[in-house]
């Protein structure tokens, strides 16, 4: 298959919203295309028609359904913008996962952690050119409030390093491509290790945009346990499985435990230009612009090994440009998404001859 799909993909986002502070860097757009490329052109050297994976997040370690429910009581700024609609509940699934590219990464090696939502029967037109008529919001998360780089050219580099057919030495120059700061969080990013995905709090890591007009604001997203962690579900058990993460949520969500597991969905606002929506690399401050909950995700007990849902899963993309014009993606790294998050889903859905179809319902 040519490693250059780029005369089929979505438009690089046009419209950059000076307000809330974003700026395209230098050739962004030729960066992001070489970036799709690069990432493509691993996957057809690693992985053979029919058997093709996600290029990062590869190792599912639960597939879930979900309720998402607005509080029926939030702050003026947050309320009736997009899906944050007082007192809505939609049904949403879950995808847990690993952040390694490689899906026999062993649930005990070091390792990101990720949390996907998908939001079902959402109205709306969408961002994503390629699904405007879907009916799906997504917000995509990880167990960390920042990511290791903020353009696509060091991601690029990154990548190119990192290929299966990279050198050694090209290899060991990663952290000369990365910076001090950038190697510093990408170790904090991959050196995690967790008892339970059900236990760990996630970000966004990136900013979006909430609500249109001259309101509208600048925000990141978290979603946290609303139980607190106890020791043993926060480290891991010894000696333990390969997949120990995903028994470790089988058993959570056991019929047996019939109790359903909640996180809280969180807003935490901009409160100032020094909160750069083009920096990815900086928190923004806790104590300045505390998150705010606003809706409540219910995961009932349920079959974890469900072959259905499991299938449904692996067959879905997340995209945080799935997306209405109220939650737009901001900064470089969200624009690099939607370019790279598109190209990657359709040729994997391409080559492993699956419909591209957003779900509206959580029925396998």
């Known amino acids: 298959m040519a490693t250059d799909g780029s005369t089929r993909d979505v438009p690089f986002p046009p419209t950059i919203d000076e307000h809330l502070g974003e700026h395209l860097q230098a050739h962004e757009a030729e960066f992001t295309t070489q970036l799709a490329n690069s990432i493509e052109r691993s996957l057809n050297l690693r992985y053979q028609a029919g058997g093709f994976r996600r290029d990062v997040h590869a190792r599912a370690t639960g597939i879930l359904k979900a309720q998402f429910k607005v509080h029926d009581n939030l702050p003026p700024q947050f309320a009736n913008k997009g899906v944050f609609i007082p007192g809505k509940t ?20 070091q390792d990101g952690r990720g949390f996907a939502i998908k939001l079902l029967n959402v109205p709306g037109q969408k961002l994503l050119e390629s699904d405007k008529d879907a009916g799906t919001q997504d917000f995509v998360m990880i167990n960390h409030p920042i990511f290791f780089s903020n353009d696509p050219k060091t991601y690029l580099d990154l990548i190119k390093k990192s290929a299966p057919d990279a050198t050694t030495l090209q290899k ?46 600048a925000v990141k997203y978290s979603a946290k346990p609303v139980i607190a962690e106890h020791d043993k579900d926060h480290i891991p058990p010894s000696p333990a499985a390969d997949d120990y993460l995903h028994q470790a949520v089988k058993r959570t969500l056991s019929p047996t435990a019939n109790k359903p597991v909640e996180f809280k969905f969180m807003i935490q606002p901009r409160v100032g230009h020094h909160m750069d929506v083009e920096d990815s690399m900086k928190e923004w401050s806790q104590h300045e612009s505390p998150f705010v909950e606003v809706a409540t995700i219910t995961i009932p007990p349920q079959d974890v090994d469900s072959e259905e849902l499991n299938k449904l899963g692996e067959r879905l993309s997340f995209n945080p440009w799935h997306s209405l014009p109220d939650h737009r993606p901001l900064g470089s790294v969200n624009r690099t998404r939607k370019i790279v998050y598109e190209r990657i889903s359709r040729v994997r859905d391409e080559m492993n001859s699956v419909p591209r179809q957003e779900p509206s319902t959580t029925d396998g």
């Not at 952290?175 to 950038?182: D, E, I, Q, W, Y």
Request: aromatic share 8%.
């Open 172 to 217: 060991l120059t990663i952290p000369f491509t990365l910076g001090l700061k950038g190697t510093l969080v990408a170790g904090q990013l991959s050196s995690g290790k967790i008892g339970n995905p059900l236990q760990v709090q996630y970000f966004s890591a990136v900013p979006y945009q909430l609500g249109l007009g001259p309101d509208r604001i």
């Open 90 to 109: 939609y049904d949403a699934i879950l995808r847990l996962s690993n952040a390694s590219g490689d899906a026999a990464h062993s649930d005990k090696s």
